[in-house]
């Protein structure tokens, strides 16, 4: 059990400030803003479902991806790496916010439109929380289970789906409580916790490249 804690949290640990639920609710609101609770609630319900059902389909269907493409471990982690940094630098300097993405506008017109239309999937649970980096950082990790890990095997099979479900409660409740979330973080509170995210993903992502060049050099030494 203890090493079943240790996966699902180091999994937490790098799935969250991808995934920054704290935007989506900032998203959330912006989009939300004529809905009642009961439209409120069963979009943050669907968004949630959809994180944890793209997630599980990257984590189980990366490996086949790979193998078909000819991708390899490092060529993978190196741009996984590129996009997780490009995302953090986003994050460090944006030049706009969550809300005024393409994805936003697009949708925001559509409910002009037409009131009903479902922002459930796009842009709440695809782009903003299971983007390209969540996707890019769950493919390449499943990659490395594959070629070993310290943690037993059945903590390899339960992990996983546990992570991405607690992932997509963290968000449900999240979207849930966006106005309260809002009242007491402020958008100045979200943005400033998002730089820091940015923050950590840049690290993140240089620490990818580094991996994915020396295990490069490791497999192919200069002759």
């Known amino acids: 059990m203890v090493e079943l804690f240790k996966a699902v949290g180091l999994g937490l640990v790098v799935l969250l400030p991808l995934a920054n639920p704290l935007t989506t609710v900032a998203l959330f609101l912006g989009l939300a803003g004529d809905m009642n609770k009961k439209a409120r609630d069963k979009t943050a319900l669907m968004a949630s479902?959809?994180?944890f059902?793209?997630?599980?389909v990257a984590y189980y269907a990366g490996q086949v991806v790979m193998n078909t493409f000819g991708i390899s471990i490092p060529g993978l982690r190196i741009a996984g790496g590129l996009i997780v940094a490009f995302i953090g630098f986003r994050m460090l300097f944006p030049q706009q916010k969550a809300h005024e993405s393409l994805e936003a506008n697009t949708k925001a017109q559509e409910m002009e439109e037409e009131p009903d239309t479902n922002i459930a999937f796009v842009p709440l649970a695809m782009p903003s929380t299971a983007g390209p980096g969540t996707i890019a950082m769950i493919i390449s990790s499943s990659?490395?289970?594959?070629?070993?890990?310290?943690?037993?095997?059945?903590?390899?099979?339960?992990?996983p789906p546990l992570i991405f479900a607690?992932?997509?409660?963290?968000?449900?409740?999240?979207?849930?409580?966006?106005?309260?979330?809002?009242?007491m973080v402020g958008k100045s509170g979200i943005e400033a916790i998002s730089r820091l995210m940015g923050f950590l993903l840049v690290?993140?992502?240089?620490?990818?490249?580094?991996?994915?060049?020396?295990e490069i050099i490791t497999h192919f030494p200069a002759s």
């Open 49 to 51: 479902v959809n994180v």
């Open 53 to 56: 059902i793209i997630m599980m």
């Open 143 to 159: 990659s490395t289970i594959e070629h070993g890990v310290d943690f037993a095997n059945w903590v390899v099979l339960v992990a």
């Open 166 to 183: 607690l992932v997509g409660i963290i968000l449900w409740g999240s979207l849930r409580s966006s106005g309260a979330i809002m009242r």
């Open 203 to 214: 690290c993140m992502g240089v620490q990818f490249i580094i991996n994915g060049i020396l």
